[in-house]
């Protein structure tokens, strides 16, 4: 016999006792659940372990998590209208997470719910971690909670087909339509993937959970609209469209996303990526050529940012100076090819260091070592900064997306050659089309963020790329 089931929604539907996700001879869900109430569940890495203060795993009345563990810096940043339940137990799964979702999760009627169950504690059974975490994520949503998930997270010891199973769920999480957090991209050595980047750096010593920093690092790539903004489900189809920088350009500001803007918080390790239109030779506005660039990223200051440059020769990764760079063999100026432009920059990288990458059509040009930064809290396409004749007029553009985590290279290449964006960790993916905005106008975003780039300079309507 089938039993009407009252959701927390207020609305009733019909299932069969002990259907997935309904715990069994229960008639009515939980309570609608609290404003801004976040329930976490996972295990030793959503508890705190490798953190300062850890002493075991959260326990009641509180069930908060040790302060600069990432569960604690998220509380921390939300701030104190929010509340954040840590019941996350070291060791578990994610069989163990679906056991006692009624239990430890459903009772707080929480808004959302963290599914931080490493892979590690699946035994790298990705097919399974992946089934179960789909049961977990109906069970979420019947109590009328957004589920967010976490991925896995490096292990130093990870054997090679361990590594391989960890990013096959990485790519397999894309697929299930719910906000997620990179850890995978964030802490991963780009010399070593699967490991942690760094050396000791982002780990307490065992090789498998982040230390202070590594925890730190983590937190600083979490989008925090997931939470203010409630994002849940697949974005909707990106419209069509490409953007013309006016041919007369030759300004600066031509598109940027900063504080001001609905940027929520400064940046540290980030992709920024446009496909570009090229100009045939003697087409279009190039002017001073070598003052222009195409991306730039403000992690030095005004003067001098990380930028992707030269519309009129070869075009090149610098920064601050150009004091070091990453010279292509492609110039966009002689060719109407579309290209594929990706700047990969990562706070603490190989060894410790600070890196830059350059990237066209998914293949990697090279990077660079980059001292005495700071975390970046402007983004400018089609330009650099303001008080240089810089905007790159006539380029076409789309696909002007950010990603507050270091895509890792398989993914760049995937993304030249799929056309597919990784949705993890990506805050800002412009949508051109219809009618350009004038100057000052708002692109909108087609991540649910709140973040909406200004544009200082006159575009157009162009043809599609």
């Known amino acids: 016999m089938k039993v009407p089931i009252v959701l927390s929604r207020g609305y009733a539907m019909r299932r069969a006792p002990g259907a997935l996700g309904v715990r069994p001879g229960v008639q009515t869900a939980p309570a609608r659940p609290r404003p801004k109430t976040i329930v976490v569940l996972g295990s030793s890495n959503a508890a705190g372990m490798g953190a300062s203060g850890y002493a075991g795993d959260p326990v009641g009345p509180t069930w908060s998590a040790p302060a600069l563990s990432w569960v604690g810096r998220l509380k921390t940043l939300l701030g104190g209208s929010w509340s954040v339940i840590n019941r996350s137990i070291s060791g578990s799964g994610t069989q163990a997470s679906i056991d006692r979702f009624w239990s430890d999760c459903a009772p707080h009627a929480p808004s959302h719910v963290v599914l931080a169950t490493a892979l590690h504690n699946d035994s790298y059974d990705v097919r399974g971690w992946l089934q179960r975490t789909r049961q977990l994520i109906q069970m979420v949503r019947s109590i009328g909670a957004v589920p967010v998930v976490r991925g896995p997270s490096p292990y130093n010891a990870a054997s090679a087909s361990q590594i391989a199973a960890m990013f096959d769920a990485q790519r397999m999480m894309e697929g299930l339509g719910v906000p997620l957090l990179d850890a995978l991209s964030t802490l991963s050595d780009p010399a070593a993937p699967g490991k942690f980047s760094g050396g000791a750096a982002y780990h307490s010593g065992d090789g498998l959970h982040p230390n202070d920093a590594g925890n730190g690092a983590q937190i600083s790539a979490v989008d925090l609209d997931i939470f203010r903004f409630a994002a849940a489900g697949t974005p909707a189809t990106k419209p069509p469209g490409t953007w013309k920088l006016a041919d007369a350009t030759d300004g600066a500001n031509a598109m940027v996303l900063d504080l001001a803007s609905g940027l929520s918080r400064e940046v540290e390790s980030f992709t920024m990526r446009a496909r570009i239109g090229g100009l045939a030779s003697g087409v279009g ?12 990223a403000q992690i030095y200051g005004a003067a001098a940012p990380l930028r992707v440059r030269n519309p009129s020769g070869p075009v090149e990764l610098t920064n601050a100076g150009a004091t070091d760079g990453v ?33 066209m059509d998914g293949a990697s040009v090279g990077s660079f070592a980059v001292t005495a930064t700071q975390p970046c ?39 030249a050659r799929s056309g597919y964006a990784p949705r993890a960790g990506m805050i800002f993916d412009g949508t051109f089309w219809g009618r350009p905005g004038p100057v000052g106008a708002a692109v909108g975003n087609n991540v649910p963020s709140g973040a909406a780039a200004q544009l200082g300079q006159v575009w157009e309507a162009a043809p599609g790329i």
């Not at 050529?289 to 730039?296: C, D, T, W």
């Not at 983004?379 to 890792?408: I, M, N």
């Open 285 to 296: 506005f190039p002017g001073n050529g070598l003052a222009r660039a195409f991306l730039a």
């Open 327 to 359: 010279p292509s063999a492609i110039s966009m100026h002689n060719s109407l090819a579309v290209r594929d432009v990706v700047i990969v920059f990562r706070a603490v990288g190989t060894g410790g260091v600070t890196t830059a990458g350059f990237y």
């Open 377 to 415: 809290g402007r983004f400018l396409w089609g330009s650099r900064e303001t008080g240089y004749a810089a905007a790159a007029g006539g380029y076409r553009y789309s696909d002007c997306q950010l990603w507050r985590v270091p895509l890792p290279s398989e993914a760049i290449a995937d993304m």
